[in-house]
């Protein structure tokens, strides 16, 4: 009897390519688009080490854990590197980023995570980007937690480098992940002698093996699952339409967000244009021993806890009215309080966003 997952035919490189084209337009992006088989840190990693060296220097904002991790691969590639860093409750701003750039002319490469579904925040990425193109550094965004959660135009905002993931607003797996590439950035790599190069961060390997020969040959066999499951939930999100998946994201965390302050908890990320689509970070005394409580009382409910924080993860199909209330209850059951105004402060708030 053939298996539905492992008795599958080869996937042929015109497939792959119609997926990699597939990614582009969720992206609307003229860039090239390379398919990164592996999870999100793979590209990122691979595009740090092929655009930083040894005599550049980098800008690393840090608005969330993922900062650090760039900052010390950053270090690690011999770049002299600025540490922008912000309290996780907030936004970075264009104007301190058009700071540091002044402060340190050198600067050539910067780094930015657009959404940060650890702390919750996302940062205004179009206004930045201005900036850095004024400047002309190469511009690295990681936008894996806001892609399919939030408004996000590469190439309108001079994003050289945006690495996204399936696994968050997209609903999809999480070994599969995708970079676009501005002609900067290949150049700004072509030229770097340290840049990998056969080796599975190279980014040049797939230009020359895979684009510049006419994607006609895969060079290594395909990760065929999660490239067939990646070409499904671009599906899933084309028959939605994209604007209404980011509505809905939208929405549960405005519903989030106001639930939680019905049931007297604060939202950890202050300004509410600054909280992100994709989670929803709350401030609460023994959040371990709150979202265990929670989840024993909901065990399906997307929350969980860091440090003095709990967080609903409230994206792909959970970014639902439904999973919202039921993180709602289970928190309201956890703190021993009634969840009815709760449930009703987020059902206003999500159809307010929803018309
Ligand atoms: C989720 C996420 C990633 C991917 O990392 P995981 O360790 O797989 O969660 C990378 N960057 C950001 C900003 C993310 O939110």
Same mark, same amino acid.
């Given at each position: $009897?053939?298996?539905?997952?492992?008795?599958?035919?080869?996937?042929?490189?015109?497939?792959?390519?119609?997926?990699?084209?597939?990614?582009? *337009?969720?992206?609307?992006?003229?860039? @090239?688009?390379?398919?990164?088989?592996?999870?999100?840190?793979?590209?990122? &990693?691979?595009?740090?080490?092929?655009?930083?060296?040894?005599?550049?220097?980098?800008?690393?904002?840090?608005?969330?854990?993922? +900062?650090?991790?760039?900052?010390?691969?950053?270090? *690690?590639?011999?770049?002299?590197?600025?540490?922008?860093?912000?309290?996780?409750?907030?936004?970075?701003?264009?104007?301190?980023?058009?700071?540091?750039?002044?402060?340190?002319?050198?600067?050539?490469?910067?780094?930015?995570?657009?959404?940060?579904?650890? %702390? +919750?925040?996302?940062?205004?990425?179009?206004?930045?980007?201005?900036?850095? =193109?004024?400047?002309?550094?190469?511009?690295?965004? @990681?936008?894996?937690?806001?892609?399919?959660?939030?408004?996000?135009?590469? @190439?309108?905002?001079?994003? *050289?480098?945006?690495?996204?993931?399936?696994?968050?607003?997209?609903?999809?797996?999480?070994?599969?992940?995708?970079?676009?590439?501005? @002609?900067?950035?290949?150049? =700004?790599?072509?030229? /770097?002698?340290?840049?990998?190069?056969?080796?599975?961060?190279?980014?040049? *390997?797939?230009?020359?093996?895979?684009?510049?020969?006419?994607?006609?040959?895969?060079?290594?066999?395909?990760?065929?699952?999660?490239?067939?499951?990646?070409?499904?939930?671009?599906?899933?999100?084309?028959?939605?339409?994209?604007?209404?998946?980011?509505?809905?994201?939208?929405?549960?965390?405005?519903?989030?967000?106001?639930?939680?302050?019905?049931?007297?908890?604060?939202?950890?990320?202050?300004?509410?244009?600054?909280?992100?689509?994709?989670? %929803?970070?709350? =401030?609460?005394?023994? #959040?371990?021993?709150?979202?265990?409580?929670?989840?024993?009382?909901?065990?399906?409910?997307?929350?969980?806890?860091?440090?003095? $924080?709990?967080?609903? /993860?409230?994206?792909?199909?959970?970014?639902?009215?439904? #999973?919202?209330?039921?993180?709602?209850?289970?928190?309201?059951?956890?703190?021993?309080?009634?969840? #009815?105004?709760?449930?009703?402060?987020?059902?206003?708030?999500?159809? &307010?966003?929803?018309?």
């Amino acid at each position: $009897m053939t298996h539905p997952l492992l008795d599958l035919p080869p996937l042929a490189a015109e497939h792959f390519a119609s997926i990699e084209q597939g990614v582009a *337009d969720l992206l609307s992006t003229r860039q @090239d688009v390379v398919i990164t088989q592996g999870e999100a840190l793979l590209p990122l &990693e691979g595009c740090i080490r092929s655009g930083a060296r040894p005599g550049s220097t980098a800008l690393n904002v840090v608005t969330g854990p993922y +900062g650090t991790t760039f900052g010390n691969w950053l270090r *690690d590639c011999g770049a002299g590197v600025v540490d922008l860093a912000v309290p996780f409750d907030t936004a970075v701003t264009a104007e301190q980023v058009d700071r540091a750039l002044a402060e340190h002319p050198r600067i050539d490469f910067v780094s930015l995570v657009h959404a940060e579904a650890a %702390t +919750g925040n996302t940062n205004p990425v179009a206004e930045i980007g201005e900036v850095v =193109r004024a400047h002309g550094a190469l511009f690295m965004l @990681d936008a894996v937690a806001s892609v399919g959660a939030e408004p996000l135009l590469p @190439d309108a905002w001079g994003v *050289d480098l945006c690495v996204i993931g399936a696994q968050k607003a997209m609903g999809g797996p999480a070994g599969v992940s995708a970079v676009s590439v501005s @002609d900067r950035a290949w150049a =700004r790599f072509a030229e /770097n002698p340290a840049a990998p190069r056969r080796s599975y961060l190279s980014l040049l *390997d797939w230009k020359e093996r895979w684009i510049d020969a006419g994607r006609t040959a895969l060079p290594h066999a395909p990760a065929q699952l999660e490239m067939l499951a990646l070409e499904a939930c671009l599906d899933r999100i084309a028959a939605e339409g994209l604007s209404t998946v980011m509505t809905r994201h939208r929405a549960a965390a405005a519903a989030t967000r106001a639930g939680a302050q019905a049931l007297g908890i604060a939202p950890y990320v202050i300004r509410p244009e600054e909280a992100a689509p994709v989670a %929803t970070t709350l =401030r609460v005394p023994q #959040a371990t021993a709150v979202a265990s409580k929670a989840l024993a009382a909901s065990p399906a409910a997307p929350v969980s806890a860091a440090g003095e $924080m709990v967080r609903v /993860n409230h994206y792909g199909r959970a970014a639902s009215p439904e #999973a919202v209330l039921t993180s709602l209850t289970a928190l309201a059951s956890a703190l021993g309080t009634d969840p #009815a105004g709760a449930v009703a402060a987020a059902e206003a708030a999500w159809s &307010e966003t929803v018309h």
